[in-house]
T-cell receptor, first 112, second 113 residues
């Protein structure tokens, strides 16, 4: 059982480049979310989805886009990368309200 | 402005000692408070969670204490072990949007053998 799979694990981008971080879960969870983790800041919610076709903004949505066309996948798009987006990105999924969120192992993104 | 304030930032405890991590919040709509444990290179994993209708919840060596009037909650790790060395995050979500979680800044725990 793979759980939540994030790809790639590491990525280096130049300012202005675009890229998509992939997230897939095999637990048939309705709820999926994206966080960024920065030193001293904890995890901050970027975007989340409560089901296919439904997305909403979190605390820090600017500079990021998401879509949810299937239950399994929830990609995060950076349209024009900026150095301030250098971070570790985590995707999570959850199967029930108030239930545990299952996190992937993260994507470490550096923007030069 | 961080919705959930966590302290201390780092903590060193001897093996067998008690580790205590504190969190505070202002939003009275928060009604679900999970704690997550994260090892280096891994994503966070749920450790234990509490609702405000109870003042304490215990699972093995891990206990959450909750003070609703003070808007504070804390994690106690009894008989701390080197394997507990990790970063711990508290979090909260609101009864009006329980899909939206706010995390504290994290506490890096080091348990010395």
């Amino acid at each position: 059982n793979a759980g939540v799979t994030q790809t790639p694990k590491f990525q280096v981008l130049k300012t202005g480049q675009s890229m998509t971080l992939q997230c897939a879960q095999d637990m048939n969870h309705e709820y999926m979310s994206w966080y960024r983790q920065d030193p001293g800041m904890g995890l901050r919610l970027i975007h989340y989805s409560v089901g296919a076709g439904i997305t909403d903004q979190g605390e820090v949505p600017n500079g990021y886009n998401v879509s949810r066309s299937t239950t399994e996948d929830f990609p995060l798009r950076l349209l024009s990368a900026a150095p301030s987006q250098t971070s570790v990105y985590f995707c999570a999924s959850g199967g029930e309200a108030r239930g545990p969120q299952h996190f992937g192992d993260g994507t470490r993104l550096s923007i030069l | 402005q961080q919705q959930v304030k966590q302290s201390p930032q780092s903590l060193i405890v001897q093996k067998g000692g008690i580790s205590i991590i504190n969190c505070a919040y202002e939003n009275t709509a928060f009604d679900y408070f999970p704690w997550y444990q994260q090892f280096p290179g891994k994503g966070p994993a749920l450790l234990i969670a509490i609702r405000p209708d109870v003042s304490e919840k215990k699972e093995g060596r891990f206990t959450i204490s909750f003070n609703k009037s003070a808007k504070q909650f804390s994690l106690h790790i009894m008989d701390s072990q080197p394997g507990d060395s990790a970063t711990y995050f508290c979090a909260a979500s609101s009864k009006y949007n329980f899909n939206k979680f706010y995390f504290g800044s994290g506490t890096k725990l080091n348990v010395k053998p």
